[in-house]
């Protein structure tokens, strides 16, 4: 018992002093030990090599489809309606020439008649003038006969009446012979100077008779409504029997020659396209080699003008894609949307309709949604850095000799996957590898640990730190 009491006491005593004794030797040494700092081991960082110059890029947008042209058919003539086929419904398609409506015609029939029959009457005024002028010429030359030998006698019995061979009264009967003669072939020349008045008053009668009788056939033919051109018919407005005034719309018809797919372009966008290599001026495509006053004009109004690029317009259906060939014809309303600060742009597909018809829908169709891609050619030579090698603060990170550079880029183009940035503006040469791993705070120069994987690998996640990253 009292040796364990006296282990008890002891023990804690011994412990007590043995610390103590430590404490002041520590104490009495003149310089403290050193101390050792642990380096910590470089960063590791995974890298791809930077893919190789952009030499084209798809801009793209979404899209409605829209009908190239849609013509109204209105009556040019008023009548009432006496034919309508009865496949003439909306939705229909009709090939152009097909008869759709017809006006009632008798009216305009008539006046054809009526018209030819005047026609007929002043081509017979026009020939009895004919043939009264031929017989006026045998007259005057009667006349002029008849005047010589009035004027024979008057001379005869103008001696004789200084002789006093002859009576007053004798003379005044002969010198009256003369002058009717006189006023008779004066009559003559009158009615045959008229000719050339009368015969173009007839000439002028018929040919605004002629006029009439067109007017009146092309009345006539405006009574038969046929179709334009192969379309689809959107809108019936009339039925048999209706009567209509001349501007009643009748029906409104749609070209499927081709159609137009309504799209909006940011400014962004139309910047790459005014400046792709593959860019065509809307005049240039369609106009052969011009005067050089024609072609600086057109150069001129080009200015105005959304550049041709060709286009492709495509639909997902059931899961599927289907394509056609189109090219960016024009702007819409030429200016910029207050609300979304678009510019509303017309790309236009000339051949609608699918080759393999059999599968997939056979024609683009008015409202569709589709898609809008154009391939552009930049001009300037551009670097396509993936999304996962752009760092959060937008910049670039590159690994050379196990040393951490860091990049400040200006972004010249956002695609889905990857940012474009302009070569010149960034000290990157192909082949060089750049980071997919983000750090906290990285430091130009630093050295790092290179873990160099292929492009195909999916991007690295973000990580939490470690330990020796945090007191870096």
Same mark, same amino acid.
């Given at each position: 018992?009292?040796?364990?009491?006296?282990?008890?006491?002891?023990?804690?005593?011994?412990?007590?002093?043995?610390?103590?004794?430590?404490?002041?030797?520590?104490?009495?040494?003149?310089?403290?030990?050193?101390?050792?700092?642990?380096?910590?081991?470089?960063?590791?960082?995974?890298?791809?090599?930077?893919?190789?110059?952009?030499?084209?890029?798809?801009?793209?947008?979404?899209?409605?489809?829209?009908?190239?042209?849609?013509?109204?058919?209105?009556?040019?003539?008023?009548?009432?309606?006496?034919?309508?086929?009865?496949?003439?419904?909306?939705?229909?398609?009709?090939?152009?020439?097909?008869?759709?409506?017809?006006?009632?015609?008798?009216?305009?029939?008539?006046?054809?008649?009526?018209? =030819?029959? #005047?026609?007929?009457?002043?081509?017979? /005024?026009?020939?009895? %003038?004919? $043939?009264? @002028? !031929?017989?006026?010429?045998?007259?005057?030359?009667?006349?002029?006969?008849?005047?010589?030998?009035?004027?024979?006698?008057?001379?005869?019995?103008?001696?004789?009446?200084?002789?006093?061979?002859?009576?007053?009264?004798?003379?005044?009967?002969?010198?009256?012979?003369?002058?009717?003669?006189?006023?008779?072939?004066?009559?003559?020349?009158?009615?045959?100077?008229?000719?050339?008045?009368?015969?173009?008053?007839?000439?002028?009668?018929?040919?605004?008779?002629?006029?009439?009788?067109?007017?009146?056939?092309?009345?006539?033919?405006?009574?038969?409504?046929?179709?334009?051109?192969?379309?689809?018919?959107?809108?019936?407005?009339?039925?048999?029997?209706?009567?209509?005034?001349?501007?009643?719309?009748?029906?409104?018809?749609?070209?499927?020659?081709?159609? =137009?797919? #309504?799209?909006?372009?940011?400014?962004? /966008?139309?910047?790459? %396209?005014? $400046?792709? @290599? !593959?860019?065509?001026?809307?005049?240039?495509?369609?106009?052969?080699?011009?005067?050089?006053?024609?072609?600086?004009?057109?150069?001129?109004?080009?200015?105005?003008?959304?550049?041709?690029?060709?286009?492709?317009?495509?639909?997902?259906?059931?899961?599927?894609?289907?394509?056609?060939?189109?090219?960016?014809?024009?702007?819409?309303?030429?200016?910029?949307?207050?609300?979304?600060?678009?510019?509303?742009?017309?790309?236009?597909?000339?051949?609608?309709?699918?080759?393999?018809?059999?599968?997939?829908?056979?024609?683009?169709?008015?409202?569709?949604?589709?898609?809008?891609?154009?391939?552009?050619?930049?001009?300037?030579?551009?670097?396509?850095?993936?999304?996962?090698?752009?760092?959060?603060?937008?910049?670039?990170?590159?690994?050379?000799?196990?040393?951490?550079?860091?990049?400040?880029?200006?972004?010249?183009?956002?695609?889905?996957?990857?940012?474009?940035?302009?070569?010149?503006?960034?000290?990157?040469?192909?082949?060089?590898?750049?980071?997919?791993?983000?750090?906290?705070?990285?430091?130009?120069?630093?050295?790092?640990?290179?873990?160099?994987?292929?492009?195909?690998?999916?991007?690295?996640?973000?990580?939490?730190?470690?330990?020796?990253?945090?007191?870096?």
């Amino acid at each position: 018992m009292i040796q364990r009491l006296l282990s008890q006491l002891v023990l804690p005593v011994i412990v007590i002093g043995l610390g103590v004794g430590g404490l002041l030797w520590l104490s009495a040494k003149e310089t403290p030990p050193d101390r050792v700092a642990s380096q910590p081991p470089p960063l590791l960082v995974e890298t791809i090599a930077l893919p190789t110059s952009v030499t084209a890029f798809p801009i793209q947008g979404s899209g409605n489809v829209v009908p190239h042209r849609e013509v109204t058919l209105s009556a040019e003539v008023a009548g009432a309606i006496i034919a309508k086929g009865e496949t003439i419904e909306s939705g229909r398609h009709v090939r152009a020439g097909t008869p759709l409506l017809q006006i009632d015609p008798q009216r305009f029939e008539l006046q054809v008649n009526e018209l =030819d029959s #005047e026609l007929k009457q002043v081509a017979a /005024d026009i020939k009895q %003038l004919q $043939t009264e @002028e !031929s017989g006026l010429d045998g007259l005057i030359k009667l006349a002029q006969q008849e005047l010589k030998i009035a004027e024979i006698a008057s001379k005869r019995l103008t001696g004789l009446a200084t002789k006093n061979a002859i009576t007053d009264s004798e003379r005044e009967a002969v010198e009256r012979t003369e002058l009717q003669a006189r006023n008779a072939l004066r009559l003559l020349e009158n009615r045959k100077d008229a000719i050339p008045i009368r015969r173009e008053r007839l000439e002028a009668q018929r040919k605004l008779t002629e006029f009439q009788r067109d007017q009146a056939q092309l009345n006539l033919t405006r009574t038969g409504i046929t179709a334009p051109f192969d379309g689809i018919i959107t809108v019936v407005a009339v039925e048999k029997g209706n009567y209509v005034q001349t501007g009643d719309m009748l029906l409104k018809l749609e070209d499927t020659s081709s159609v =137009d797919v #309504e799209c909006s372009l940011r400014m962004e /966008d139309l910047y790459w %396209l005014w $400046t792709s @290599e !593959s860019a065509t001026p809307q005049r240039s495509r369609t106009q052969s080699v011009q005067p050089a006053s024609v072609s600086n004009a057109n150069q001129a109004s080009n200015q105005y003008e959304v550049p041709a690029i060709n286009a492709d317009v495509s639909c997902e259906i059931a899961g599927e894609k289907f394509h056609w060939n189109g090219v960016l014809s024009r702007y819409e309303n030429g200016g910029v949307d207050r609300k979304t600060r678009t510019i509303a742009c017309r790309v236009t597909v000339t051949n609608p309709l699918r080759k393999d018809s059999t599968k997939g829908p056979p024609t683009l169709m008015r409202g569709m949604f589709v898609t809008v891609t154009l391939r552009v050619t930049p001009k300037d030579r551009l670097w396509r850095i993936p999304n996962r090698a752009v760092q959060p603060n937008g910049q670039v990170w590159s690994v050379k000799d196990e040393r951490l550079r860091v990049h400040r880029v200006q972004k010249a183009k956002m695609l889905p996957d990857a940012v474009l940035v302009r070569a010149q503006e960034i000290d990157l040469q192909q082949g060089d590898r750049i980071s997919v791993t983000q750090l906290v705070t990285p430091v130009d120069g630093s050295q790092v640990r290179e873990l160099k994987i292929d492009d195909a690998v999916a991007p690295a996640q973000t990580r939490e730190p470690d330990s020796d990253e945090v007191r870096r």
